[in-house]
């Protein structure tokens, strides 16, 4: 048992090992290389970083570690033991964003910013968004406990959810039109989970036929890169549940929401 489970072995804890398609990609990527990405399963800022890196076509080692249990390999790169984390050569470095923009400033493989500048400055604003307002709020609304507050932080979600749309291609699918870039894969991981985690604990609805929203939704889920670095349902609802229960010792990100700070 360990402290995710609140003293109750009857409560589901996170899972250690990838399931299903994801498994496949970590057996595929189990190989020693130069550059390494340490990572948990279950971890939307991890699935970032792991996207990338299969959208790009890198060469890389995937590296599974438990961020609860932290091995020194972690430390070594990150000293506070979070994922994700990369390390290339006798360097290293963490955080989703930073990690995505080294492997961007790298210029191997498909590229996921494009080269004129206002476009990418669009696409980093919106990243900010997401980072900003979409993501604390996907977890103030797992985490809330009373119904007043979950449908407060529910209908917060889905307008700052409808201004990313709005600053999307028109046409779509992606962000930027036909093909995944790089915000695209900032929202990927929460897509997966308003679908995984928030729609069995919350009641998170579907996207509305027909609409924008639901034609990129539909994008992301079926685009390869995101489906081989996809785990089963049970994964994402056994590893979540201690965050739908808001319990103690979850996350440094649940610490985080509950104080009212910013993401770690």
């Known amino acids: 048992m360990d402290a995710n ?41 991890v699935q ?7 959208l790009k076509g890198l060469p890389y080692q995937y590296i ?15 000293p506070r033991g979070l994922v994700p984390a990369l390390r290339h050569g006798d360097w290293g470095c963490y955080e989703s964003t930073v990690l995505m923009e080294y492997l961007e400033d790298l210029h191997a493989g498909t590229a996921l910013l494009p080269n004129d500048p206002k476009v990418r400055a669009h696409s980093r604003l919106w990243s900010d968004h997401i980072n900003r307002h979409i993501i604390p709020n996907f977890y103030r609304y797992l985490q809330a406990q009373d119904q007043k507050s979950q449908v407060e932080e529910g209908e917060e979600l889905k307008t700052q959810i409808s201004k990313l749309v709005d600053a999307s291609d028109k046409s779509g699918p992606f962000f930027l039109g036909e093909g995944m870039s790089f915000v695209d894969v900032q929202m990927a991981p929460w897509v997966i989970r308003l679908a995984k985690v928030l729609k069995p604990y919350r009641g998170w609805p579907e996207p509305t036929e027909g609409s924008r929203w639901a034609k990129w939704v539909e994008s992301i889920e079926k685009h390869p890169a995101v489906a081989a670095t996809t785990s089963t349902d049970e994964l994402y609802l ?8 808001n319990r103690p010792n979850t996350s440094e990100v649940a610490k985080a929401i509950n104080s009212g700070r910013g993401l770690p």
């Open 238 to 245: 056994d590893s979540y549940e201690r965050y739908a229960e």
């Open 64 to 78: 599974e570690v438990d961020p609860y249990a932290k091995p020194k390999s972690l430390l070594v790169v990150n």
């Open 48 to 54: 970032r970083v792991w996207i990338s890196l299969e």
């Open 5 to 45: 489970q609140n003293g109750d072995p009857n409560k589901k804890s996170y899972h250690k090992k990838a399931t299903g398609d994801a498994l496949k990609t970590v057996e595929a990527h189990a190989q020693e290389n130069d550059l390494k990405l340490f990572g948990s399963c279950f971890c939307p800022f």
